[in-house]
């Protein structure tokens, strides 16, 4: 893809001077919202030169998404996935810093979770609960689990750690608009008329603010 027109909260660096930027194939992230795994190796954690480079770490299992050794350059990395480098022995997951989309350290506890969104929630065949997650995975829940909550899954194995209700009370990240990146405590939702999209009130450290609903992501204390 074209390097000036990808998305300026994404990190990527050299805009002017370098024409091309490979682009991340379809998976788990939308183009949009994701960056390559080659390019997030070679330009934001600068863990090699030039791609070829890149390649030769990604072969060596030198690259874990979520637990999952990746060899793909074209792998779309997106919010809240989470890297291990187990030569380099570090750790981080992908935040907010403002509008823009970072790796955060995290310690090798902390990279033994992960948060999901619960984006799409169906009944399937024999009364099973099918929850889609904001990463594309699907995943066997209950009822007591809604669109917009978070799960918190264990990696790589995935298993329900925690639930964190979208709810009055609950730590949020505000992922899109003017205040995404910031973390501010849910005080309540409000609905609109007609079809307007439901909106929430927040207080964070500036004070209270709106934003839509569907920006929010549920997080705990333990959320780095």
């Known amino acids: 893809m074209v390097r000036m027109r990808a998305d300026k909260r994404l990190g990527v660096i050299q805009r002017k001077k ?3 930027l490979l682009a991340s194939a379809p998976g788990p992230h ?10 997030l190796i070679r330009d934001v954690l600068k863990l090699s030169r030039n791609l070829h480079e890149a390649k030769k770490i990604l072969n060596s299992g030198g690259f874990l998404v979520d637990g999952r050794n990746i060899k793909d350059v074209k792998f779309p990395i997106g919010l809240m996935d ?7 022995k570090k750790s981080y997951r992908i935040s907010l810093k403002g509008p823009d989309m970072v790796p955060k350290v995290i310690s090798a506890e902390a990279a033994g979770s992960k948060y999901l969104k619960v984006v799409g929630k169906q009944t ?3 009364g099973k609960i099918s929850l889609t997650f904001h990463d594309g995975r699907n995943y066997l829940g209950d009822k007591h689990i809604s669109t917009g909550d978070t799960c918190v899954l264990s ?3 995935f298993k329900l750690l925690s639930h964190i209700k979208l709810e009055p009370g609950a730590q949020c990240l505000v992922t899109e608009g003017k205040h ?10 409000i609905e609109r008329p007609g079809s307007h999209e439901p909106e929430a009130l927040l207080k964070g450290l500036a004070g209270e603010f709106v934003t839509v609903a569907k920006y929010l992501f549920a997080v705990d204390s333990n959320y780095s």
Do not use: N
């Open 18 to 20: 370098v024409k091309w």
């Open 30 to 39: 939308k183009k949009k919202d994701s960056i390559s795994t080659g390019v």
């Open 82 to 88: 989470v890297l291990s480098l187990p030569l380099e």
């Open 124 to 126: 399937i065949r024999g």
């Open 155 to 157: 990696v790589p194995d």
């Open 180 to 189: 995404r990146g910031d973390i501010a405590r849910l005080e309540k939702m």
